[in-house]
């Protein structure tokens, strides 16, 4: 089994910058991607971004440009590093983990003001 723990959440106003942290620990032998979805309300979860074999990286168009997703390897985290920060970016986000099985962290909430 795989725990996944975020951090660095929070209340921002718009246009304004937060970096979230992520955290693995557990019965890790290799982990193969990590990543961040997040779930509006009324919302289905979506994908944030996601790097795979730490060089890869693929982001939501709707972030593409604002947002940046970085892995330590040596210390199974990843992070995601939000600027320009929009009120729709609002959500709770996940950090997710392709560790032999995909695992989900509880989330970290965001919140952006106007």
């Known amino acids: 089994q795989v725990q996944l723990v975020e951090s660095g959440g929070g209340l921002v106003q718009a246009g304004g910058s937060l970096t979230l942290s992520c955290a693995a620990s557990g019965s890790i032998f290799r982990i193969d991607g990590m990543g961040w979805y997040r779930q509006a309300p009324g919302k289905q979860r979506e994908l944030v971004a996601l790097i795979l074999s730490g060089v890869s990286t693929t982001y939501a168009a709707s972030v593409k440009g604002r947002f940046s997703i970085t892995r330590d390897s040596a210390a199974n985290a990843v992070y995601l590093q939000m600027t320009g920060l929009k009120v729709e970016d609002t959500a709770v986000y996940y950090c997710?983990?392709?560790?032999?099985?995909?695992?989900w962290g509880r989330g970290t909430q965001v919140t952006v003001s106007s």
């Open positions: 997710y983990a392709l560790a032999g099985g995909n695992y």
